[in-house]
């Protein structure tokens, strides 16, 4: 089992940043790609960023891309996810996620493990 945890979501107005953290515990993280997703209110869980175990690939959907970077501290075993420029449609609960392979996945059902959320709101 991995448990996650993230933490470092609030309130922000639009243009400005917050950094996401995600703590992982439990068996190895290292070999996890992980992701991070985020769902707003009445709306599905969707992908806003992925990164592979070693740390060398990441993928971002359009909507977000040139806004958001996530990275990863194995030694610490935390990914993070920067967010710049951030807007009022990037409102939602944040939530990261671990699966039980080394590549990154698009798909909520990609993952195995999730994180309890952190929201994320950004006012006009």
């Known amino acids: 089992q991995v448990q996650l945890v993230e933490s470092g979501g609030g309130s922000v107005q639009a243009g400005g940043s917050l950094r996401l953290s995600c703590t992982a515990s439990?068996?190895?993280?290292?070999?996890?790609?992980m992701g991070w997703f985020r769902q707003a209110a009445g709306k599905d869980r969707v992908f806003v960023a992925g990164?592979?175990?070693?740390?060398?690939?990441?993928y971002y959907p359009s909507s977000v891309k040139g806004r958001f970077t996530v990275s990863r501290d194995n030694a610490k075993n935390t990914i993070y996810l920067q967010m710049n420029g951030l807007k009022p449609e990037d409102t939602a609960i944040y939530y990261c996620?671990?699966?039980?392979?080394?590549?990154?996945?698009?798909?909520?059902?990609?993952?195995?493990?999730w994180g309890q959320g952190t929201q994320v709101t950004v006012s006009s």
């Open positions: 990164i592979s175990w070693t740390g060398s690939t990441t």
């Open positions: 996620a671990a699966r039980e392979t080394e590549l990154i996945g698009v798909l909520r059902s990609d993952y195995n493990y």
């Open positions: 439990g068996r190895t993280f290292s070999r996890n790609a």
